[in-house]
């Protein structure tokens, strides 16, 4: 088990804000790409880590769609993206037809492995018309697998490619 220590400041252009005074323990943050804790303290709290792997990939799209959120969600229950994922990460699309992803420290376990990009800028946590969206595994429709098939170990890097559907 490792530890991560915050020390105060702000990566530069990460739009993450350092922890400050007064928040409650165990507020974890994600800050250039490295969970740390954030406890009533601020700079110098604590987090126990217990490690995980990175994960990563690439979301091929049905068509460039620049300038469009798009989100990895890892969950270990089916077809339910308004669970609470167990991680994700996010961003905005490039003007190319594929989304380069990573995900760091996720702890070991079996996931389904969700890909959104919401086109139409509707927000919510279900894809409407003209949305692109695709679990890892589908079968060409877009839809869960029948069980969880991205197994990520305890420690090292594990990729999941996968292409999304025009929903």
Not at 136 to 146: Q, R, V
């Amino acid at each position: 088990m490792g530890r991560l220590t915050f020390l105060g400041p702000k990566c530069k252009n990460s739009g993450v804000k350092p922890c400050r005074t007064g928040w409650r323990t165990g507020v974890v943050a994600l800050v250039c790409g490295v969970v740390v804790g954030c406890g009533g303290s601020g700079a110098g709290s604590t987090l126990d880590a217990s490690g995980g792997a990175k994960v990563s990939g690439t979301l091929t799209l049905p068509a460039a769609n620049p300038g469009k959120p798009y989100t990895v969600k890892l969950f270990t229950m089916a077809g339910r993206a308004s669970l609470m994922a167990t991680t994700e990460t996010s961003g905005l699309t490039a003007a190319t037809p594929s989304v380069a992803y990573a995900i760091a420290t996720v702890p070991a376990g079996t996931y389904f492995v969700l890909g959104f990009v919401d086109v139409d800028g509707s927000g919510g946590t279900a894809s409407t018309a003209g949305d692109f969206a695709g679990w890892y595994g589908h079968t060409g429709d877009g839809n869960p697998p029948g069980t969880a098939n991205a197994v990520v170990p305890a420690t090292g890097n594990a990729t999941f490619d996968f292409a999304l559907v025009v929903r």
